[in-house]
T-cell receptor, first 115, second 117 residues
Framework: AQSVSQHNHHVILSEAASLELGCNYS??????LFWYVQYPGQHLQLLLK??????LVKGIKGFEAEFIKSKFSFNLRKPSVQWSDTAEYFC?????????????FGSGTRLQVQP | EAGVTQFPSHSVIEKGQTVTLRCDPI?????LYWYRRVMGKEIKFLLH????????ESGMPNNRFLAERTGGTYSTLKVQPAELEDSGVYFC???????????????FGEGSRLTVL
């Protein structure tokens, strides 16, 4: 079974600061990796995903994530955060070699950006 | 196009009572998932429907939980009898194609918050 670990539960940054949110997963096979975001009062939505190919993936709103297979990591980054990035961020994994479609989520990281 | 809708948005019940949560997926989406988040922890998978069939119910915690999707449209999740540890936010998500895990794009509802006193 897969599991996902998000190291930071709550991150507070000032606008224009750089962001990196950690995500590690445990699964020995092929994985599909995702970051979802939940803005205050809204539903979860997909930020970006990795299936294969270039391990550096770019998503919406200037976010990117890098898949490092040797470290079982898929950290989320943004060079300069905005107040509107205040949200909760969830890393998720899907076992790509089993056909099981359910996603396994981490516990989330709450990001607070101060103006 | 309407998104995934869930009802009620918040339900407060006493231990031992019954609650039924409803999810209306995006029209035409065959895949429907239920997830639960308890006390700020991880979002945990409960089960997956493909149309009206249960594809994977490995995440259902016990037999107090019953999910249905009659006719392959909306789904209900019934908790009977509810226990204190059932409190949390129940999310529903849907996706369109059978190979949705290739795209990974699940469309989520805003969740139903359940409080059991």
């Amino acid at each position: 079974a897969q599991s996902v670990s998000q190291h930071n539960h709550h991150v507070i940054l000032s606008e224009a600061a750089s962001l990196e949110l950690g995500c590690n997963y445990s699964y020995g096979g092929t994985v599909n990796l995702f970051w979802y975001v939940q803005y205050p009062g809204q539903h979860l939505q997909l930020l970006l995903k990795y299936f294969s190919g270039d391990p550096l993936v770019k998503g919406i709103k200037g976010f990117e994530a890098e898949f490092i297979k040797s470290k079982f990591s898929f950290n989320l980054r943004k060079p300069s955060v905005q107040w509107s990035d205040t949200a909760e961020y969830f890393c998720a994994v899907n076992a790509g070699d089993t056909g099981r479609r359910a996603l396994t989520f981490g516990s989330g990281t709450r990001l607070q950006v101060q103006p | 196009e309407a998104g995934v809708t869930q009802f009620p948005s918040h339900s407060v019940i006493e231990k031992g009572q019954t609650v039924t949560l409803r999810c209306d997926p995006i029209s035409g989406h065959d895949n429907l998932y239920w997830y639960r988040r308890v006390m700020g922890k991880e979002i945990k998978f409960l089960l997956h429907f493909v149309k009206e069939s249960k594809q994977d119910e490995s995440g259902m915690p016990n037999n107090r939980f019953l999910a249905e999707r009659t006719g392959g449209t909306y789904s209900t999740l019934k908790v009977q009898p509810a226990e204190l540890e059932d409190s949390g936010v129940y999310f529903c998500a849907s996706s369109q194609v059978r190979a949705s895990w290739h795209t990974g794009e699940l469309f989520f509802g805003e969740g139903s918050r359940l409080t059991v006193l």
